[in-house]
């Protein structure tokens, strides 16, 4: 075998192992799964969910070490019932964006962070995030749910077909080499 075609198995297999690793990314225990959908409630969402009261549901946005302020969010949302995490997230003014290859399953950037010109430092150097396809295995915006009285876990869907409903808890947490590792709250 040549080095070029033992450099294109590994950089086949590592992009295999990163894909994987951002869709477990996007999971929570499917126990955790609401089982029926209702529309948001009217209401807007409150700042009560920075006291750690909420009633709906407590949205989270943290950049975790590119702490990038813009980004950074935590909102009550009012909700009746289980209700689409994409919906929930839009009530909250919490603006997702997709790659261009996979535009509603993943998390590439929230509220414009990271910045394509952002360099994210990381050890192995530094990276920019472009989302076009996968964002790196190392660098991304991953998805946690935690139910009314229990821990966080990943979630098991995307934004557009997850459901959260009342006293449960949405995060996105920006992960930079494995750190943060779960959410804080």
């Not at 995490?85 to 003014?93: G, Q, T």
């Not at 998390?107 to 360099?119: F, Q, S």
Request: aromatic share 6%; glycine share 8%; proline share 6%.
């Amino acid at each position: 075998m040549t080095l070029t075609k033992i450099r294109t198995a590994a950089a086949s297999s590592l992009a295999a192992a990163g894909l994987l690793f951002t869709l477990a990314a996007c999971s929570t225990p499917a126990a955790t799964q609401p089982t029926t959908s209702a529309p948001v409630s009217t209401a807007t969402a409150s700042s009560s969910a920075a006291s750690g009261t909420c009633a709906g549901v407590k949205v989270i946005v943290d950049s975790g070490s590119l702490k990038q302020a813009v980004a950074d969010t935590s909102v009550c949302v009012p909700v009746d019932a289980p209700t689409l995490a994409s919906k929930v997230l839009d009530e909250a003014k919490v603006k997702t964006e997709g790659t261009a290859e996979y535009p509603k399953e993943l998390v590439c950037r929230v509220n414009g962070v990271p910045a394509a010109d952002l360099d994210i430092a990381h050890k192995g150097g530094t990276y920019r995030e472009e989302c076009s396809k996968m964002p790196a295995a190392f660098a991304y915006w991953a998805l946690w749910v935690k139910p009314a009285s229990g821990e966080w876990g990943y979630a098991q869907e995307g934004l557009a077909t997850l459901k959260v409903g009342p006293g449960e808890s949405l995060e996105l947490l920006y992960t930079v080499d494995g750190a943060p590792a779960t959410p804080a709250a």
